[in-house]
């Protein structure tokens, strides 16, 4: 009779046991999959705010190349497109008051040190370091000193510099404190255009973001 209750006890308690490790793994499967779904919309949201600011950005330089009062595009429509890039702006920096917005406007910074012929505040967007990397033209150069002179050999004179202008950018956050920026770049120069394609990575080191990766290439 002892034997036969120990036994009943046993697996009574296997039973408990297995049933447990089930509903577990249950509940493990329910909140990846939960997990799974808010990353899945989280990358959406993402992907329609970059497709909108896009819009908004080609909208601006139409803005800006015409002498008319009135914009060339519905002022109605891009207030509201407004409006949305900004509640879109705020749910992606629930988490990260830093948003591919600040990259954006960082990059047109740098734009702005370059057009005015400074190669030294253009560089100030780049991570002051012997780990910083830039690659173009099939060789790697290493280190902000050795970039910043790769910079000022290859563009010695202001009329080489020309007018440079960012295009198409493409802002992706990794995590907290990394980003991939996709985009075009474009030098103007008389009777010498040049342009091409450009991959950077960005990192926030000391609460500062910094381009920590740059790969250049031209377009023939």
């Known amino acids: 009779m002892q034997d036969s209750r120990t036994d009943a006890a046993s ?3 296997l039973t408990a046991l297995l049933l447990a490790l089930v509903l577990g793994g249950g509940v493990t499967y329910l909140l990846w999959h939960r ?7 989280q990358e959406a949201q993402r992907r329609a705010a970059q497709t909108k600011l896009r819009e908004m950005a080609k909208a601006h330089a139409a803005a800006s190349q ?5 914009p060339p595009y519905d002022r109605h429509r891009y207030d509201a497109l407004a409006g949305r890039l900004q509640e879109w702006d705020a749910s992606l920096q629930d988490t990260d008051p830093q948003s591919f917005f600040t990259i954006r406007n960082l990059l ?3 734009q702005k040190a370059w057009n005015k012929g400074d190669i030294d ?7 002051k370091s012997d780990d910083l990397t830039f690659s173009s033209g099939g060789k790697v150069t290493r280190g902000w000193l050795a970039t910043r002179g790769r910079y000022k050999k290859k563009y010695s004179t202001r009329q080489e510099m020309g007018t440079l202008a960012f295009d198409n950018l493409e802002v ?3 995590d907290g404190d990394a980003a991939l920026v996709l985009g075009e770049w474009k030098l103007t120069r008389e009777g010498d255009d040049l342009g091409g394609n450009f991959s950077l990575v960005f990192r ?3 609460g500062r973001w910094v381009i920590v990766h740059d790969h250049t290439s031209k377009v023939d």
């Open 108 to 110: 047109l910074e740098q």
């Open 204 to 206: 926030r080191i000391d």
């Open 11 to 13: 697996g009574n308690f």
């Open 121 to 127: 505040l253009f560089m100030q967007y780049y991570w």
């Open 66 to 70: 015409t002498r008319r009062e009135e």
């Open 172 to 174: 992706s956050l990794i």
């Open 35 to 41: 997990q799974q779904a808010l990353t899945e919309r």
